[in-house]
């Protein structure tokens, strides 16, 4: 069974610094693109950062651009992503996703194009 497992979440201040994981049980886990999106309450799951196949192609919102890093062992079947520079708007529980991909420079935004997910880690920054 596929499944996606994220750790790393936690409370941390305004201005400081997390790094969340997501382990994957893909036999081929270099054929998936990977994303994080996230949700904070009340509010729509938003897309936060997106990574190709092969880790050649990033993209990031614009509210966590110069930030976040996304990035991937494929050796490891892990994706992190590198918080840095956290705000208390950045307060969610950050889920990852995957997608077969054909290219290695295909990244995806869009919730709707993932197929598998994680539950998700809660993120908090308090001010």
Known sequence: QVQLVESGGGLVQAGGSLRVSC??????????????FRQAPGKEREFVAAISRSGETTRYADSVKGRFTISRENAKNTVWLQMNSLKPEDTAVYSCAAVRSASNGVVFTIGSQYNIWGQGTQVTVSS
């Open 23 to 36: 382990a994957a049980s893909l036999r081929t886990f270099g054929n998936y693109a990977m994303g994080w």
